[in-house]
């Protein structure tokens, strides 16, 4: 069945490093994909998504490229921030399943001043 | 725009007691969702309401967990009786339709089984 895999936390960073976080999927056809962040306490939030080969997911300075021929949505920032420590899930949406979405395990960010 | 409301946000029972969780979607959003997160985990789908007709309760334990969407708006998720593995965080979301890409999450209810 589908299913999304990401790397193991928790991912430690200083101040300003740059942000890797590799999410790989295994899905029939082209599902949408999508990246959630939750921050302590709270909710689940979209944080970018992409709906088809190619397409890149941005916001608030994250970026994301759907491969295809990687089947990977991996998660960039160029300068991480204090304020973006938070657990990310990688999720996919697939085709013709009524709009459910598949997870991956989260990963934990930790970013230190 | 208000949010998803869920309460309570915590909760601690015993095994084999009875639990339920409510949900209060975001005004004129049709398709609501309960999804479970296990510590350590990304959350799992439950159930989804597509207005108050179910679309796909395949997860759901229906020995234990019941749900329920009265008039196609509020839910309530129900566990009798709990089990120590039912210990996680319910999660509910809605959005405007079905195929839509924006779901709206709820902060969650904490529950633990002891």
């Known amino acids: 069945g589908d299913s999304v895999t990401q790397m193991e936390g928790p991912v430690t960073l200083s101040e300003e490093a740059f942000l890797t976080i590799n999410c790989t999927y295994t899905?029939?056809?082209?599902?949408?994909l999508f990246w959630y962040v939750q921050y302590p306490g709270e909710g689940l939030q979209l944080l970018l998504k992409a709906t088809k080969a190619d397409d890149k997911g941005s916001n608030k300075g994250f970026e994301a490229t759907y491969r295809k021929e990687t089947t990977s949505f991996h998660l960039e920032k160029g300068s991480v921030q204090v304020s973006d420590s938070a657990v990310y899930f990688c999720?996919?949406?697939?085709?013709?399943?009524?709009?459910?979405?598949?997870f991956g395990q989260g990963t934990e960010l930790s970013v230190k001043p | 725009e208000a949010g998803v409301a869920q309460s309570p946000r915590y909760k601690i029972i015993e095994k084999r007691q009875s639990v339920a969780f409510w949900c209060n979607p975001i005004?004129?959003?049709?398709?609501l969702y309960w999804y479970q997160q296990i510590l350590g985990q990304g959350p799992k789908l439950l159930i989804q309401?597509?207005?108050?007709?179910?679309?796909?309760d395949s997860q759901l334990p229906k020995d234990r967990f019941s749900a329920e969407r009265l008039k196609g708006v509020d839910s309530t998720l129900k566990i009798q009786p709990a089990k120590l593995e039912d210990s996680a965080v319910y999660l509910c979301?809605?959005?405007?339709?079905?195929?839509?890409?924006?779901?709206?999450f709820g902060s969650g209810t904490r529950l633990t089984v002891v």
């Open positions: 005004s004129g959003h049709a398709t």
């Open positions: 899905a029939t056809g082209y599902p949408s």
């Open positions: 309401f597509q207005n108050n007709g179910v679309v796909d």
């Open positions: 999720a996919l949406k697939p085709l013709n399943q009524g709009g459910k979405l598949i």
């Open positions: 979301a809605s959005s405007l339709e079905r195929q839509n890409y924006g779901y709206t």
